[in-house]
């Protein structure tokens, strides 16, 4: 039975180790624009939307000033959400046989979501290049909460499908 329950934190330990790898790439090895930059039908199709523009970490992000640039940052803040959501749920695989209550195990996933991510933040804020932000902890909290919405209502769906 130890085997078992070893094998249940396999998938967060993993989750952790590519927080990890990611979280200690320089902003040049994270770099995506030269791939993006070549791919001409996303830089039109990102210019073509509505005019977008926010400023984060200090930066102006704006799809018709610089499009690869938008590109590339909504391609990273969407990598955080979906890996802190599989950092959320792979804790709660890890922790379910603890005997929780459901919304005591997703609250402690929650939890958990928060702790490593602030971690994760203070470490980037410690490396040359990269930024430590309370808003990116925001959205790994958003990515589980969003994914945990969505297990949600699959299961209702699947539990009316049940029954009707």
């Known amino acids: 039975m130890p085997a078992l329950r070893f094998r249940r934190w396999i998938p967060l330990m993993l989750c952790l180790l590519i927080v ?3 979280s200690s790439q320089s902003a040049e090895e994270q770099d995506l624009s030269p791939i993006i ?14 005019h977008m523009s926010l400023t984060y970490a200090g930066r ?3 799809n018709r000033q610089d499009p690869v640039g938008f590109v590339q940052f909504f391609i990273r803040k969407t990598a955080h959400a979906v890996l ?19 919304a005591a195990l997703w609250l402690a996933s929650a939890a958990f979501v928060v702790l490593v991510g602030s971690i994760d933040e203070l470490r980037q804020a410690a ?5 430590g932000l309370a808003v990116d902890v925001c959205i790994d909290l958003g990515g589980f909460m969003v994914a945990y919405f969505i297990r949600s209502l699959l299961l209702a769906r699947r539990r009316h499908a049940r029954r009707g």
């Open 127 to 131: 490396l040359p290049g990269r930024n």
């Open 84 to 102: 802190y959501a599989a950092v959320g749920f792979s804790f709660a695989f890890a922790i379910e046989p603890q005997g929780l209550t459901p």
């Open 37 to 50: 930059g070549e791919i001409a039908p996303i830089i039109r199709l990102v210019r073509a939307l509505p």
């Open 20 to 22: 990890a790898f990611f």
């Open 60 to 62: 102006v992000v704006d």
